[in-house]
């Protein structure tokens, strides 16, 4: 399945997810606007076998429209897939949403 824009509100938080297959298991990593993300302040990256998800802390509004890229990778090859997550202002007392986006190569 190939990524899909998201929507959420800022100050909301938001997780990508990126499912690989392949033998030996492939390695994945995450980049923003071809800079790779690591955990810290910003991000958390949880990574599991065949599986990574990229989780926004908090998503703030004029740092929007951003890509964000998974690379699967092992000695076999390497397969990308890529998202934009759009941030929007809350109206006043909303609560607004959490954004999930899920992709899966094959």
Same mark, same amino acid.
């Given at each position: 399945m190939a990524p899909k824009t998201t929507k959420v509100a800022e100050e909301d938080k938001v997780s990508l997810f990126c499912k690989a297959s392949g033998e030996p298991a492939p390695t994945i990593t995450w980049e923003i606007n071809?800079? &790779?993300i690591n955990s810290g302040s910003e991000f958390e990256v949880i990574d599991r +076998? @065949? *599986?990574s998800s990229l989780r926004i802390k908090k998503a703030i509004h004029g740092d929007h429209d951003k890509t @964000? *890229?998974?690379? +699967?990778?092992?000695?076999? !090859?390497? +397969?990308r897939a890529s998202a934009t997550v759009i941030i929007y202002?809350? &109206? +006043? !007392?909303?609560k607004g949403k959490h954004g999930r986006l899920y992709w899966m190569y094959h």
């Open positions: 071809g800079q &790779k +076998a @065949y *599986m @964000y *890229m998974c690379e +699967a990778h092992n000695k076999l !090859g390497f +397969a202002r809350k &109206k +006043a !007392g909303s």
